[in-house]
């Protein structure tokens, strides 16, 4: 939606560097790792402090502009796309590292700071941020999207980790909600509201997170299974046995050629679990591991392989950041759809295969983070093929109804975006209307990020 405005007013609050109507801009700006069509923004600006960010949206306001956040455009479902045009606000360059309070375990960062950028700076006084989405994710978009990723089954998701947070309201005016107290009972949970609204309600442009020290040992287990069932069962197991692994992910035997073909690697092709613990002693680590081996072995494991330090440890995660990508590479020309259900544990094997038999016509990869009932089935097809697009999409509404069913959600890390918003009334029944009641009431016109959670 072309708008017909004097984009040179952006130049009386930023430089001209700092305001684009470029077409190779506005592309990049389109679309995000999606399947979703790309839409163009009308104009990209790139802030520096939350007093600009404040301007520029008073701005839109009175020009009825929609204002569109915008991190890394790394999400899934279409999270940041500009579906109604309007101004892009790009926050990479408020990247700064504020401040890092070692002694209380918090740092302070704008919006745009990389995470994994963070956490190597936070090395140096052995803290880190432990939320891991795998992509190069902002802080502002993890806290938008409310991210997890492979070490939530330990450390939680980022909602566990924000303690304050600077926000700009669609009216433009400036709040700061949270503290830095380790607990509160003072008022509503206003850093709750924001986390996982993905712009809808306001804009972080900085936030004190929660750290976590680093640990000392780690142990990484790869293990792999005759059958999807063995693999999944033993995620019940461990966790029941009182074992704490700190990442616990399950990648099936689709995954597993992949990887093989296009990183030139030769693992076993069969359903895997790739597990770590964590913890101060390398002797009780390996005390833990035999614990882990003979649950293993008793749900047939076809084979083991453990490696403890940081060497070791890198190896076998590498192949699950690497999943992605290699499927998509495998796939040249083809489309994704990830759908990212997630299910009590008690219901993660029969969800995992009902999926497998769901999209057993398809080209699906199923893998995900198994320790907190997260499943990721990703499809790969033409969208151009109507008729075989619309099996995509009729497999994805079938699994996450499923999911539902199981007292599940649509969506475990991903965010709701574009892709799961036909299921938000299923999911919340009457509390949607309240949602949406709150939506009004921060964002009166429906400027910021519209088209996003609310058919």
């Known amino acids: 939606m072309t708008r017909n405005l004097d984009w040179s007013e952006l130049k009386t609050i930023l430089d001209d560097r700092r305001v684009s109507t470029g077409e190779s801009v506005l592309h990049l700006h389109s679309h995000d790792e999606s399947f979703h069509a790309p839409v163009l923004?009308?104009?990209?600006?790139?802030?520096?402090?939350?007093?600009?960010v404040s301007r520029l949206i008073r701005w839109a306001g009175q020009s009825k502009v929609p204002v569109i956040g915008?991190?890394?455009g790394t999400s899934l479902e279409g999270n940041p796309i500009p579906v109604q045009g309007g101004m892009v606000i790009d926050f990479n360059e408020m990247n700064h590292i504020?401040?890092?309070?070692?002694?209380?375990?918090?740092?302070?960062?704008?919006?745009?700071?990389?995470?994994?950028?963070?956490?190597?700076?936070?090395?140096?006084?052995?803290?880190?941020?432990?939320?891991?989405?795998?992509?190069?994710?902002?802080?502002?978009?993890?806290?938008?999207?409310?991210?997890?990723g492979i070490r939530s089954v330990r450390y939680g998701a980022t909602k566990d980790y924000v303690m304050r947070l600077v926000v700009v309201l669609p009216s433009g005016d400036v709040i700061h909600v949270g503290n830095r107290a380790r607990k509160s009972s003072s008022g509503y949970n206003l850093p709750a509201l924001f986390t996982g609204s993905e712009g809808t309600l306001g804009l972080i442009t900085e936030a004190t997170l929660k750290l976590v020290g680093l640990p000392v040992n780690f142990m990484a287990v790869r293990a792999?299974?005759?059958?999807?069932?063995?693999?999944?069962?033993?995620?019940?197991?461990?966790?029941?046995a009182g074992l704490a692994p700190s990442a616990m992910e399950f990648l099936d035997a689709n995954v597993m050629h992949v990887l093989n073909a296009d990183r030139g690697l030769s693992l076993d092709e069969s359903p895997t679990l790739l597990m770590e613990f964590s913890g101060y002693s390398e002797q009780g680590l390996i005390?833990?591991?035999?614990?882990?081996?003979?649950?293993?072995?008793?749900?047939?494991?076809?084979?083991?392989?453990?490696?403890?330090g940081a060497d070791q440890r890198a190896r076998l995660w590498e192949i699950r950041h690497q999943t992605y990508e290699s499927i998509n590479r495998y796939h040249t020309g083809?489309?994704?759809?990830?759908?990212?259900?997630?299910?009590?544990?008690?219901?993660?094997?029969?969800?995992?295969?009902?999926?497998?038999?769901?999209?057993h016509d398809l080209t699906a990869y199923l893998f995900g983070h198994a320790g907190d009932g997260n499943i990721h089935v990703l499809v790969m097809d033409d969208t151009q093929d109507k008729k075989r697009w619309t099996r995509v999409e009729e497999s994805s509404r079938n699994i996450v109804m499923k999911a539902l069913e199981f007292e599940g959600t649509c969506t475990g890390e991903h965010g709701i975006g574009i892709g799961k918003n036909c299921f938000m009334e299923?999911?919340?029944?009457?509390?949607?209307a309240l949602m949406k009641r709150l939506?009004?009431?921060?964002?009166?016109d429906n400027l910021f990020n519209p088209g996003k959670f609310f058919l």
């Open 41 to 52: 923004p009308d104009v990209v600006v790139w802030p520096h402090t939350t007093e600009e």
């Open 70 to 72: 915008w991190g890394a």
């Open 98 to 148: 504020i401040d890092v309070h070692p002694e209380d375990f918090q740092v302070d960062v704008q919006a745009g700071v990389i995470y994994k950028d963070l956490n190597k700076a936070l090395a140096r006084d052995g803290l880190f941020f432990p939320p891991d989405p795998g992509a190069a994710a902002t802080i502002g978009g993890m806290i938008g999207n409310n991210a997890s």
């Open 224 to 240: 792999t299974f005759p059958t999807i069932l063995n693999a999944t069962t033993t995620v019940y197991q461990i966790m029941r």
């Open 287 to 308: 005390e833990e591991m035999n614990f882990v081996e003979e649950i293993c072995q008793q749900s047939s494991a076809l084979s083991l392989d453990r490696g403890i």
């Open 334 to 359: 083809l489309s994704p759809l990830i759908m990212d259900v997630a299910v009590p544990l008690s219901r993660y094997s029969e969800m995992v295969e009902f999926s497998k038999k769901e999209v």
């Open 426 to 432: 299923t999911e919340h029944g009457e509390s949607l």
């Open 439 to 444: 939506k009004a009431l921060l964002d009166p």
